[in-house]
């Protein structure tokens, strides 16, 4: 049974940092592909950021390039959003998930993505 538990949300002022985690597990071998996803009320569920089994590759929204960092530690089946410089605006539910994907190919799309986790709350005031 694949899970998903996401931590490391909360609240924070516009211009703060915040770390998010999924911890993975029941995903057997190698090759998954994880993203990130968030949902503002009332708006899709939307891309954040992806990144490949080998992390050799990663892609970014166009709203969060240069502010936000994907990367994860296959030995801890752990992934990791490192946010800065964070905005009003990036506030939502973020949600982590995770496919199996071949080689260097990056799922962007939510409907890609086969697991997912219960989401952990970000908030940011301005």
């Known amino acids: 049974q694949v899970q998903l538990v996401e931590s490391g949300g909360g609240l924070v002022q516009a211009g703060g940092s915040l770390r998010l985690s999924c911890a993975a597990s029941?995903?057997?071998?190698?090759?998954?592909?994880m993203g990130w996803f968030r949902q503002a009320p009332g708006k899709e569920r939307d891309f954040v950021a992806a990144?490949?089994?080998?992390?050799?590759?990663?892609y970014y929204a166009d709203s969060v390039k240069g502010r936000i960092t994907i990367s994860r530690d296959n030995a801890k089946n752990t992934m990791y959003l490192q946010m800065n410089s964070l905005k009003p605006e990036d506030t939502a539910v973020y949600y982590c998930?995770?496919?199996?994907?071949?080689?260097?190919?990056?799922?962007?799309?939510?409907?890609?993505?086969?697991?997912w986790g219960q989401g952990t709350q970000v908030t940011v005031s301005s």
């Open positions: 998930a995770a496919t199996y994907s071949s080689g260097n190919y990056l799922p962007r799309s939510r409907y890609q993505y086969n697991y």
């Open positions: 029941g995903l057997t071998g190698s090759g998954y592909a």
């Open positions: 990144i490949t089994w080998s992390s050799e590759t990663t």
